[in-house]
Protein backbone atom coordinates (compact mmCIF):
# COMPACT_ATOMS: atom_id res chain seq x y z
CA UNK A 1 0.00 0.00 0.00
CA UNK A 2 1.06 3.69 -0.86
CA UNK A 3 -0.29 5.15 2.32
CA UNK A 4 2.36 5.49 3.96
CA UNK A 5 4.68 7.95 1.34
CA UNK A 6 1.17 9.41 0.64
CA UNK A 7 0.74 10.73 3.96
CA UNK A 8 4.26 11.70 4.51
CA UNK A 9 4.10 13.42 0.88
CA UNK A 10 1.06 15.18 1.85
CA UNK A 11 2.39 16.41 5.62
CA UNK A 12 5.21 17.69 4.21
CA UNK A 13 3.32 19.78 1.10
CA UNK A 14 1.63 21.49 4.23
CA UNK A 15 4.42 21.84 6.65
CA UNK A 16 6.83 23.43 3.58
CA UNK A 17 3.57 25.70 2.70
CA UNK A 18 3.24 26.87 5.89
CA UNK A 19 7.53 28.06 6.04
CA UNK A 20 6.52 29.68 2.74
CA UNK A 21 3.15 31.39 4.36
CA UNK A 22 5.31 32.55 7.30
CA UNK A 23 7.40 34.18 5.72
CA UNK A 24 5.12 36.02 2.60
CA UNK A 25 2.68 38.76 3.92
CA UNK A 26 0.65 38.92 0.50
CA UNK A 27 0.47 37.13 -2.93
CA UNK A 28 -0.11 38.72 -5.59
CA UNK A 29 -1.59 36.93 -8.78
CA UNK A 30 -2.20 37.86 -12.84
CA UNK A 31 -4.94 36.56 -13.92
CA UNK A 32 -6.67 36.47 -17.18
CA UNK A 33 -9.10 38.60 -18.01
CA UNK A 34 -12.66 37.32 -16.67
CA UNK A 35 -11.41 34.24 -14.91
CA UNK A 36 -11.89 35.73 -11.12
CA UNK A 37 -15.66 36.28 -12.82
CA UNK A 38 -16.33 32.83 -13.76
CA UNK A 39 -15.06 30.99 -10.62
CA UNK A 40 -16.64 32.70 -7.92
CA UNK A 41 -14.63 31.10 -5.36
CA UNK A 42 -12.14 34.06 -6.00
CA UNK A 43 -14.63 36.45 -4.66
CA UNK A 44 -14.04 34.23 -1.06
CA UNK A 45 -10.32 33.91 -0.91
CA UNK A 46 -9.00 36.90 -2.52
CA UNK A 47 -9.55 40.76 -3.32
CA UNK A 48 -9.43 42.84 -6.12
CA UNK A 49 -5.81 44.86 -5.93
CA UNK A 50 -4.39 47.89 -8.47
CA UNK A 51 -3.61 47.03 -12.06
CA UNK A 52 -5.99 44.14 -12.19
CA UNK A 53 -4.40 41.70 -10.25
CA UNK A 54 -5.28 39.44 -7.08
CA UNK A 55 -4.30 39.99 -3.74
CA UNK A 56 -4.33 37.02 -1.23
CA UNK A 57 -3.69 37.77 1.95
CA UNK A 58 -3.91 35.14 4.86
CA UNK A 59 -4.19 35.97 8.63
CA UNK A 60 -1.61 35.63 11.55
CA UNK A 61 -2.59 32.45 12.19
CA UNK A 62 -2.90 30.49 9.12
CA UNK A 63 0.97 29.73 8.55
CA UNK A 64 1.64 28.45 11.90
CA UNK A 65 -2.11 25.93 11.66
CA UNK A 66 -1.00 25.05 8.25
CA UNK A 67 3.07 24.08 9.87
CA UNK A 68 1.08 22.28 13.03
CA UNK A 69 -1.09 20.49 10.98
CA UNK A 70 2.12 19.25 8.11
CA UNK A 71 4.04 18.15 11.38
CA UNK A 72 0.46 16.23 12.93
CA UNK A 73 0.32 14.67 9.95
CA UNK A 74 3.76 13.57 9.53
CA UNK A 75 3.64 12.08 13.14
CA UNK A 76 0.55 9.82 12.34
CA UNK A 77 2.34 8.11 9.46
CA UNK A 78 5.56 6.93 11.04
CA UNK A 79 3.67 4.33 12.74
CA UNK A 80 1.74 2.81 9.99
CA UNK A 81 3.01 0.08 8.03
CA UNK A 82 5.43 0.46 5.01
CA UNK A 83 5.19 -3.00 3.01
CA UNK A 84 2.07 -5.35 3.54
CA UNK A 85 3.01 -8.96 4.09
Avoid: H, N
Amino acid sequence: MFFRSAFIGLGLFVLLCGVTFFLTDRVLLDMAPGVAESLPIWDAVSTPAEGGLREISLPAWAPFALMAAGCLTVLYSLPLRSKQS
